[in-house]
T-cell receptor, first 111, second 111 residues
Framework: GIQVEQSPPDLILQEGANSTLRCNFSDSVNNLQWFHQNPWGQLINLFY???GTKQNGRLSATTVATERYSLLYISSSQTTDSGVYFC?????????????FGTGTQLKVEL | DGGITQSPKYLFRKEGQNVTLSCEQNLNHDAMYWYRQDPGQGLRLIYY???????QKGDIAEGYSVSREKKESFPLTVTSAQKNPTAFYLC??????????FGPGTRLTVT
């Protein structure tokens, strides 16, 4: 099956710093999403981005489907950005479309 | 309000008992998914369904069963055959090849 790897696995930032999270995938995909999992376990949709670049406030994402990677940029980080960031890719199988998650990046933003 | 509901939030069971986790959505989504998350780990796909009365095994289906008799509902049964059932279970839904949304999750503890 498709492999989805994220880097770095862990990241500690000082408040106000910028960061880039990466998601690599091993095969062609239909779609890609970025999620933030908060400390209570809820997964929050950040971006639905099969290709191109999108921005939402301090966050932006870029997916280069032909090179099989996506990047999530966090600027001017805040303590509320802490949590785990996942990318997930959707690809077609014999049984329909399957959504596979990456390994995640654990982010901690400190004062 | 439109969304995905999972109940209960916390569930405790004795070893050897089957338990059914509820997942309901009023988003009129065709596709629904069940994921399992262990502490400090990513999400692993248990079962997914693209349409009513049809579902497919994910990566870790052994010891689990599902049904999809209604578009709005996709209950998951954790059977006594599941060797390590204690985990955080997340349900999700989407339109076909669309953005995926998650419920708040159910934390199952089996002792």
């Amino acid at each position: 099956g498709i492999q989805v790897e994220q880097s770095p696995p862990d990241l500690i930032l000082q408040e106000g710093a910028n960061s880039t999270l990466r998601c690599n995938f091993s095969d062609s995909v239909n779609n890609l999403q970025w999620f933030h999992q908060n400390p209570w376990g809820q997964l929050i949709n950040l971006f639905y981005i099969p290709s191109g670049t999108k921005q939402n406030g301090r966050l932006s994402a870029t997916t280069v489907a032909t090179e099989r990677y996506s990047l999530l940029y966090i600027s001017s980080s805040q303590t509320t950005d802490s949590g785990v960031y996942f990318c997930a890719v959707e690809f077609r199988t014999g049984g329909g479309n399957k959504l596979t998650f990456g390994t995640g990046t654990q982010l901690k933003v400190e004062l | 309000d439109g969304g995905i509901t999972q109940s209960p939030k916390y569930l405790f069971r004795k070893e050897g008992q089957n338990v059914t986790l509820s997942c309901e959505q009023n988003l009129n989504h065709d596709a629904m998914y069940w994921y399992r998350q262990d502490p400090g780990q990513g999400l692993r796909l248990i079962y997914y369904s693209q349409i009513v009365n049809d579902f497919q095994k994910g990566d870790i289906a052994e010891g689990y069963s599902v049904s999809r008799e209604k578009k709005e509902s996709f209950p998951l049964t954790v059977t006594s055959a599941q060797k390590n059932p204690t985990a955080f279970y997340l349900c999700a839904s989407s339109i076909r090849q669309g953005e995926v949304y998650f419920g708040p999750g159910t934390r199952l503890t089996v002792t």
